[in-house]
């Protein structure tokens, strides 16, 4: 297969300030350490009794260095924010974060960021209120986070705590508006989808030079910043034509936003009566979707067949490749699935400023890497060393002894690949999870959990008898089944637990 397309909604990609970005597929600028991508942003603003939505741009830019002794990486992210001046409404912000990513002895790493310098601008129906970069109590956050890298999905999920002094009217005027926030956020990035939800919370307190605090309201924040690649079959009208359709791959992006406020309604002067009134309302930006061709092979050899859908994508996905001598009814070796499997179930894309650096190589520096030998029965010639290797190294096989790549396959071993990759074997309770199916004993003890969590989250089901069949070799057409789910599930599915599961937007 082509190497996968970069999925470019990213971690942060709307900031934290209780905003959205378009997330689209951007103008980006990229070096060895450095990365400036621009969005379409807006952000709701309830300083003025009422919400107030900006429409602007935001633009991320950042910087990487990485300590070559331990490991840990700083990464540098400015946001700089400009929503122009209309209705007597505009925004200018810069603020500048700087994060430290540590690697741990069980192969998470995790991430402390400091607010290095902010400064902002904001005008609302024409009053002024002012962020300065020479105080830096004017503006605080802490954020942290740990990320969890499995063979094909990167989980995480942190915490952030915010405070912004906003003064109105001048920049030192001794009338200030002060914005707490705490903000809970989780996701997951993998290549077939990407998801961030924030769950923030802010209160709004007001306190004229002289005068006692006064609570002006507060808003709970929901946002989900979601990518989707589907997948769509195109049919060709000519019938003289060399071949009937395929498939294109489709990114999606959507990022979503809604608000719930309760603010006291402000009198001429500005201030605050006893009434407070609610506010609802919810806020999209999409991206233009973004096509993107699959091979398009001569398939009639396989029309008609009750899984003809599932093979077609794996053939317009180059996870198989030979139709000519294809038969859906053969068994698929371990070799074979594993080739197929990490064909669809690619690394997890990089945000391009994490990317390795390249080099170039002189031909006296240009030297053989040793091979690593992780298989005694997978010599460097076996056709499907590079894949083998590839699923061995990313966790999804254990490594050592033999892998025998020519056995067949069966159900509970592929089920026990595919859940090694997404890292949710302890979805299963302990200390022997039971299944629904009629032949659960049957299951051996390695899978058992694996074929637990499969059933569960979707991706396998029993037969019209009420029965799995673990043990039994699985055809090649069965495989195709599998993996379609698998990527159905990846599209959706997981993508749906963060969406619906942690915020609704029914």
């Known amino acids: 297969m082509a190497a996968p397309g970069t999925a470019y909604a990213l971690r942060g990609d709307s900031g934290y300030e209780g905003g959205i970005?378009?997330?689209?597929?951007?103008?980006?600028?990229?070096?060895?350490?450095?990365?400036?991508?621009?969005?379409?942003?807006?952000?709701?603003?309830?300083?003025?009794?009422?919400?107030?939505?900006?429409?602007?741009?935001?633009?991320?830019?950042?910087?990487?260095?990485?300590?070559?002794?331990?490991?840990v990486q700083t990464l540098t992210t400015t946001y700089d924010y400009n929503v122009p001046n209309a209705n007597n409404n505009s925004l200018v912000r810069n603020i500048v974060m700087t994060t430290t990513i540590t690697p741990r002895a069980n192969g998470q790493k995790t991430e402390t960021t400091k607010l290095t310098s902010a400064s902002e601008t904001l005008k609302l129906n024409g009053t002024s209120y002012f962020i300065s970069k020479s105080n830096p109590n004017d503006y605080m956050i802490s954020k942290a986070i740990t990320n969890d890298y499995q063979p094909a999905v990167s989980y995480f999920a942190g915490t952030l705590i915010g405070k912004k002094t906003y003064h109105v009217g001048t920049s030192n005027s001794a009338d200030i508006i002060v914005v707490d926030s705490t903000c809970n956020t989780v996701g997951y990035d993998e290549y077939w989808s990407t998801a961030e939800t924030q769950t923030i919370k802010q209160t709004i307190t007001s306190r004229k030079a002289g005068q006692s605090s006064i609570v002006l309201g507060n808003a709970n924040i929901d946002i989900s910043t979601t990518t989707t690649k589907q997948l769509k079959y195109y049919e060709n009208q000519p019938e003289q034509i060399s071949f009937e359709g395929g498939y294109y791959k489709t990114q999606y992006n959507e990022n979503v936003l809604k608000y719930t406020a309760n603010l006291k309604e402000l009198d001429k002067s500005g201030a605050p009566t006893s009434k407070t009134v609610?506010?609802?309302?919810?806020?999209?930006?999409?991206?233009?979707?973004?096509?993107?061709?699959?091979?398009?092979?001569?398939?009639?050899?396989?029309?008609?067949?009750?899984?003809?859908?599932?093979m077609a994508i794996m053939f317009g996905l180059e996870a198989y490749k030979d139709i000519d001598s294809f038969n859906p009814q053969e068994y698929m070796s371990r070799g074979e699935f594993i080739d197929a499997f990490t064909k669809i179930a690619p690394e997890v894309p990089l945000d391009p400023v994490f990317k390795p650096k390249t080099t170039k190589t002189t031909s006296s520096s240009r030297k053989k890497t040793p091979v690593v030998l992780l298989f005694k029965d997978v010599p460097e010639k076996n056709k499907?060393?590079?894949?083998?290797?590839?699923?061995?190294?990313?966790?999804?096989?254990?490594?050592?002894?033999?892998?025998?790549?020519?056995?067949?396959?069966?159900?509970?071993?592929?089920?026990?690949?595919?859940?090694?990759?997404?890292?949710?074997?302890?979805?299963?309770?302990?200390?022997?999870?039971?299944?629904?199916?009629?032949?659960?004993d049957k299951i051996p003890g390695y899978a058992r959990a694996p074929m637990y969590v499969a059933e569960k989250i979707g991706l396998i089901q029993e037969d019209s008898k009420g029965y799995i069949y673990p043990t039994a070799k699985i055809t090649k057409a069965n495989a195709s089944r599998i993996m379609k789910a698998y990527i159905d599930y990846m599209n959706s599915g997981i993508r749906e637990e963060y969406m619906e599961r942690i915020i609704s937007y029914k």
Do not use: C
Request: charged letters at 20%.
């Open 21 to 71: 970005s378009s997330g689209e597929n951007p103008n980006v600028t990229v070096t060895s350490t450095t990365s400036k991508i621009s969005y379409q942003y807006q952000e709701p603003f309830f300083l003025k009794g009422a919400p107030i939505v900006l429409t602007g741009t935001m633009t991320i830019k950042k910087a990487l260095k990485t300590d070559s002794k331990t490991g």
């Open 278 to 310: 609610t506010y609802t309302k919810s806020l999209k930006l999409e991206s233009f979707p973004f096509n993107d061709p699959l091979v398009a092979p001569n398939l009639k050899k396989i029309k008609g067949h009750p899984a003809e859908e599932s």
């Open 384 to 440: 499907y060393f590079l894949s083998i290797n590839d699923a061995a190294n990313r966790g999804m096989v254990s490594t050592g002894g033999n892998f025998r790549p020519d056995a067949k396959i069966t159900l509970a071993e592929a089920v026990t690949i595919i859940i090694n990759s997404l890292g949710l074997k302890g979805l299963a309770p302990n200390p022997s999870p039971v299944t629904s199916f009629k032949d659960n």
